[in-house]
């Protein structure tokens, strides 16, 4: 079992930045695949970015590229989100996932979920 804890959400301007982070605990040697999604009230929840594999390749989604940059410390199984730019679309609770395969952009495909933080900007 993998075990993700959220922090770094908060309350922002427009225009502002949030770092985000994960916190993993438990079987952190099997994670291939970390990522990043959001949820907004009465909408689905949506795919940000996910880093995947020994090469730490990325992807993003097209509302946030050259916004959010996902990262990872391996040392302290931790995964960041970097989110510059920030705009009133972006308001949403936060969540990480993580699996021990390869994956992409669905969320059904992740195993492991943490609680969640939430993301507010003002415009």
């Known amino acids: 079992q993998v075990q993700l804890v959220e922090s770094g959400g908060g309350l922002v301007q427009a225009g502002g930045s949030l770092r985000l982070s994960c916190a993993a605990s438990?079987?952190?040697?099997?994670?291939?695949?970390m990522g990043w999604f959001r949820q907004a009230p009465g909408k689905e929840r949506e795919f940000v970015a996910r880093?995947?594999?020994?090469?730490?390749?990325?992807f993003y989604a097209d509302s946030v590229k050259g916004r959010f940059t996902i990262s990872r410390d391996n040392d302290k199984n931790t995964v960041y989100l970097q989110m510059n730019s920030l705009s009133p679309d972006d308001t949403a609770v936060y969540y990480c996932?993580?699996?021990?395969?390869?994956?992409?952009?669905?969320?059904?495909?992740?195993?492991?979920w943490g609680q969640g933080t939430q993301v507010i900007v003002s415009s």
């Open positions: 996932a993580a699996d021990r395969r390869p994956v992409y952009t669905d969320y059904q495909q992740y195993d492991y």
């Open positions: 438990g079987r952190t040697g099997s994670t291939v695949t």
């Open positions: 880093i995947m594999g020994s090469d730490d390749l990325t």
